[in-house]
């Protein structure tokens, strides 16, 4: 089992959430990419299953001893948490072809509000004034983003490209708000668990679970998976090392210093990175809502950044 830690400078899980974010916000593009010629579901497992087979050698060799320490109640958290994961992408990456996705991500960054709502009678830990100013600050933001994204889409003709036959949107948005919920319940269990297990350790066995429990759903329906173009399977392996390798497991990382509700409200930067991303590969140029937008969630997270300072080394 892991043992004590020298205490960890307060920069150092923050900025691995910046690091997160640049990670992350490389997913939109990955999948939008990939479901040209792969399912959601699929998706979703091969993005899993490619972390946690990089992850294997790792974690077997160096991490038996922390596996074995667990208790059945340690166990079960760690398999909740990949059940919440699972659900996670399958309902969000799902949702993308049904509702726009300026929709979509402004439901799915909604993380962070049943967090705070759930922390203090999940985690008992009580939110300090200055996360809860910079969560209200950043979910503005967000909003505003996400009209923005709304507005561009509908500028260029693409509000009318989804791939949703009439009437389905709200199941779309509904699959966005689920994927929330089911982030929400990932991020609870992650700070737990990581209380017991290093990262490599806890994110082998996470990823893994989600992975299998994916798996499943794709030989259940029984969707083609050794078809795809090469490119396919270039942005498939992408997003499973990038966003889900990389990304999550910078997450996961900070989630043992810092406390999840501010972990979840840097998860609202990914919109920033996203727009980024577009404007740099996509030539995509950002709405002014979407700058004023980008901007509020900036000052939200560095205003939830604050209350973390004195948390950091507590842990």
Known sequence: MQTSEHPVPVYRPILATVGGILFVSTASIFIRFAQVEASSIVIAAARLL?????????????????????TRRDLGKGILSGVFLA?????????????????SVVLVTTTP????????????????????????????????????????LESVG????IRAP?????????LALFGAWMAAGYMLMGRQLRKKLNTISYAFL???????????????????VFSYSEETYFWLMALGIIPQLLGHSLFNWALKYISA??????????PIGTIILALIFLKETPTVLEGVGAVLILVGIVLGSIGQRKRVNEA
Do not use: C
């Not at 490619?50 to 667990?70: E, G, Q």
């Not at 009439?166 to 509904?174: A, K, S």
């Not at 996470?206 to 083609?224: E, H, M, N, S």
């Open 158 to 161: 693409w509000a009318s490209q």
């Open 50 to 70: 490619i972390a946690t087979l990089v992850l294997a050698p790792i974690a077997l060799l160096r991490s038996l001893n922390d596996f074995k320490a667990l």
């Open 87 to 103: 659900l996670h992408f399958a309902s969000w990456i799902t949702s993308l072809e049904y509702t726009s996705v300026a929709s």
């Open 113 to 152: 509000l049943w967090v705070a709502l759930l922390s203090p009678l999940v985690l008992k830990e009580h939110l300090r004034k200055w996360v809860i100013f910079g969560l209200v600050v950043s979910m503005i933001g967000g909003v505003i983003v996400g009209l923005g994204e709304m507005r561009g």
């Open 261 to 270: 509700a501010y972990v979840s409200l840097t998860l609202l930067g990914e």
């Open 166 to 174: 009439d009437g389905t949107i709200m199941l779309g948005n509904f």
């Open 206 to 224: 996470v990823y893994g679970i989600a992975a299998v429990l994916l798996l499943l759903v794709v030989v259940i329906r029984a969707d083609p």
